[in-house]
Each structure stands twice: as structure tokens, then as C-alpha cells.
């Protein structure tokens, strides 16, 4: 029985208000923390904001905390649900009492925070761990997976001031055998890359961007390849470390011409940009020279969210995991339409996205029911609320991100994951870390 919700607008990893919820039952109090994206897709639910210009420049949450006070919460009460038993109506009765197909009158962001707490409440009750309850609740029953992390370690786009178009350029331990030995080695590859770029660009250019990767000036995705080529080597790990690149295009894709422009942080408006922009056709074979050329096992979001013709011939005859984001926004409707059209082979998996826990597992089955991958991600905005290092383990989905090893809501993250090893390690359950095989690690 929840006895109590109460909402407080408290901040996130840049600085911004978020929502914080707390559910009281008979087994204590549970809280959750909301993150944040900053390149949203259009497609995803909706974030509500204040926009009371005079405080927090308009990024204020509390409408979202009010209809947490005031609706959600008395109507759960009212209701008698038991977050034990109860978590799939729960998200259920939310749904319907916004409802909106994208929770844009009680606000995602104040929805997702009542789920994740309520989730947290049932744990108590049940009295296992987060992760358990998690996989209980998606029915999942194939040996636990640690996962492989994806460590964002150079950041562009939306992410950092730096002119680098591309959004995200990540280091993923595969060839470790536990996550405690792949966080060493991302860490002191992390070490070694802060190292080359204070030699090559100067101390100054060490500075970090919003998911703790480093953001040095440069512009082309080939030097920052050539960049963690190095910091891999020099840290001893060529061959162990393999690469993951979000370029996050749909920031950079102009709709009404179909075309990417490469240079739009670089190259001032108003200067020509005939040089920087793109076609599709010459992103792909910008993807496919760097696929050759460089250890690139994942590639998120290469073309914009609407782009599905892009997508399509991609996806075509490419064997590596191509991840939708902007894409799917972990949308059941988004899958299925993505399913149809062999635009991808992998869903990123964001809660807050969708907006409940229990779609967001949905979403997760069904894009594992197509045989597809499922990678996990929490957002540029962030807290330390490690709810998604559990729902990972939870879903078995064999790899998350969470932003470079350095910050304290992206370790957050990594240091919960490194527990549940711990606590595998010592338990007599079958598990094991995804390493090589995070696409599809059911099968190994
Ligand atoms: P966001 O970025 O949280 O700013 O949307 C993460 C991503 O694009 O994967
Ligand atoms: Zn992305």
C-alpha cells in the first residue's frame, strides 16, 4: 500500500530543476530522480516545463511537482495499488489519468519518477534487489548478464562547445572478463587519452562536457578515432577496447533538403557551409571508411529521426549493431514501424522516453522478441540515481551507457553495476559479462 507521494523540484547534472519523488510505504521511503536529454528526439514523450521565464530561466519542473502533489499522488493512494504486485497498473493508471498518447498534461518526467519510485517500493516489499525485481517483472529467466559498459569519452553536438559534429564517441571494454575489469581498463584508457590531448592541444582543452568525456577542438570524426586509437594503445588495451559513435545526426539534418551539415557548430551562420553539408549517400560512405578503418561494433542514430529511407538502405547489408534512438525513443509504435521497414537492428532503451518503467520494459521484450539488440542509456542531464544499472542487469540486455568513467551521476551508474558483480560473484546464480557477445548475449 503506498502511503504517501510527495514531489520535490530539486536539480539535475547541468544544473537544471528535475523532479524528485518519494513513495512512503509500510517498508520505508523510496525515491527516484528524473533525467534529462538535451538532443531529444521529437518523437518523445514530454518533458513538462515551466517556462516561467523569471526563475530558472523557464527550465523550472514545478507543474510537473504540483501534478505529482495533487493528482498522481492521491489518486494511487485512493486506488490501494501494491507496488509489489501492482506495477504494470500502476503505470497503467497514470497513463489513463493523463491521457495523452505522450504524457504531455501530467508531464513524462512527473509520471517516470512515480514508476521508478513505486518500482523501488515493491523491491522493499518483496526484499530483493532492484535488478531481481526488475527481471521478475519482464520475465526474464536466461543467465544474469553484467553488462559491457559503452564509455562516452570524447564529447561533440549538443554535448559540449567544442565544433565536433558528432555527438558521442564511446570505448566499450569487450574483451574484459568482468565489468571490474572493464572499468579499470576505461578508466586508465580515460588517464592516457586526458594525457595525449593536454600534449597535443594544451592543458587548457582537458576541460570536460556534459556526459564527463574530454572535448578537444576538433571537428572530424576521424580524429577523435585516431585519438582513442592511441589512448587504447598506449594503456595496452588494442583489441580489448572496441568503439561505439553516436552522432546524434538528427541535430544536423536539414528536413527540408534531406542533408546533414557536419559543420553546424564550426562554421559560424551566415558563412558558407557548401563544404560541410552532406547527402546521405556520402554518410554512408563516411560510416562504411570508418567501420573499415576502426573497430566500430556499434553505431547510434547515423541518420535523422524521420530519415527511414536513410535507415533502410543502411541497415541493408550492415553487419555491425545499428542502434535506434531519436528513431524509437523505446516507443512499442516505433519498433514495430522500424520493424517493418528493416531500418535497424538494435533499440536504445531510455525510461524516460516513454515515460513508465513497465513500457519500457515492453518495448525492451519486444525489441528482443525480433531478435534485435537492447542497449541501455541514461541521459546528458543526469542524476545519481542508478535506477538504470539494475534495469540492465534486470532486462539482460548486455550493454549500457552511461557516459565516460569520471562525474559523479555517470559513475554512479558503473560503481552499482561493479556491486551487482559483487554480490553475482558471491550468490549461486548463473551469470556472466557480456564481453564480445553484448549484442545478444542470450546466446552465448
Ligand atoms: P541526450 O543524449 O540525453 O542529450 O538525448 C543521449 C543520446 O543521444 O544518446
Ligand atoms: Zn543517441
Not at 518500482?119 to 521478475?136: D, K, M, S, W
Not at 580515460?190 to 593536454?198: A, E, R, T, V
Not at 568525456?213 to 576521424?222: H, L, R, V, Y
Amino acid at each position: 500500500m503506498i502511503l504517501d507521494v510527495i514531489a520535490s523540484q530539486r536539480l539535475d547534472s547541468r544544473g537544471n530543476p528535475t523532479v524528485q519523488v518519494e513513495v512512503r510505504t509500510a517498508h520505508g521511503t523510496f525515491r527516484s530522480l528524473v533525467p534529462s536529454g538535451a538532443s531529444t528526439g521529437v518523437h518523445e514523450a514530454v518533458e513538462l516545463r515551466d517556462n516561467d521565464q523569471s526563475k530558472y530561466g523557464g527550465m523550472g519542473v514545478l507543474k510537473a511537482v504540483n501534478n505529482i502533489n495533487e493528482i498522481i499522488g492521491p489518486a494511487l493512494i485512493k486506488e490501494g495499488y501494491d507496488p509489489q504486485h501492482d506495477l504494470k497498473q500502476i503505470d497503467g493508471f497514470m497513463r489513463e489519468l493523463d491521457g495523452t498518447p505522450n504524457k504531455a498534461k501530467l508531464g513524462a518526467n512527473a509520471i517516470l519518477g512515480v514508476s521508478m519510485a513505486c518500482a523501488r517500493a515493491g523491491t522493499a516489499a518483496a526484499n530483493i534487489p532492484l535488478y531481481e525485481f526488475l527481471r521478475r517483472e519482464s520475465g526474464e529467466e536466461s543467465p544474469y548478464v553484467v553488462p559491457v559498459p559503452f564509455f562516452n569519452v570524447l564529447n561533440g553536438g549538443k554535448h559540449s562547445g567544442n565544433g565536433m559534429a558528432f555527438q558521442e564517441f564511446m570505448i566499450a571494454p569487450t574483451g574484459a572478463r568482468t565489468i571490474e575489469e572493464g572499468v579499470r581498463m576505461a578508466s586508465e584508457t580515460y588517464h592516457c587519452l586526458k594525457g595525449i590531448i593536454s600534449e597535443k592541444f594544451g592543458a587548457i582543452y582537458t576541460g570536460i562536457g556534459d556526459e564527463g568525456g574530454f572535448a578537444p577542438p576538433i571537428t572530424q570524426p576521424e580524429e577523435a578515432l585516431d585519438l582513442l586509437t592511441e589512448a587504447v594503445a598506449k594503456a595496452g588495451y588494442t583489441d580489448k577496447i572496441k568503439f561505439g559513435i553516436d552522432p546524434a545526426s538528427s541535430e544536423f539534418f536539414d528536413s527540408k533538403y534531406g542533408t546533414y551539415d557536419l559543420g553546424f557548430k564550426s562554421i559560424p551562420e551566415g558563412e558558407s557551409h557548401s563544404e560541410s553539408v552532406r547527402t546521405p549517400k556520402e554518410m554512408m560512405d563516411l560510416y562504411n571508411s570508418l567501420m573499415e578503418k576502426y573497430p566500430i561494433p556499434l553505431l547510434e542514430d547515423p541518420f535523422a529521426e524521420d530519415d527511414w529511407d536513410s535507415w533502410t538502405k543502411f541497415c541493408a547489408d550492415y553487419k555491425e549493431e545499428l542502434v535506434g534512438d531519436d528513431l524509437l525513443v523505446t516507443n512499442v509504435e516505433r519498433v514495430r514501424m522500424a520493424e517493418s521497414r528493416a531500418a535497424c537492428n538494435a533499440m536504445l532503451l531510455k525510461v524516460n522516453q516513454i515515460g513508465t518503467v513497465t513500457e519500457a520494459i515492453d518495448a525492451a521484450k519486444l525489441a528482443k522478441s525480433l531478435d534485435w539488440g537492447v542497449f541501455v542509456s541514461h541521459r546528458s542531464g543526469e542524476t545519481t540515481d542508478d535506477f538504470i544499472a539494475d534495469l540492465t542487469v534486470g532486462l539482460g540486455t548486455g550493454h549500457i551507457k552511461s557516459g565516460a568513467p569520471c562525474r559523479g551521476e555517470r559513475v554512479a551508474k558503473y560503481n552499482r553495476l561493479m556491486d551487482i558483480e559483487a554480490e553475482l560473484k558471491g550468490s549461486w546464480k548463473p551469470w556472466f559479462y557480456a564481453g564480445e557477445q553484448f549484442r545478444k548475449p542470450e546466446a552465448f
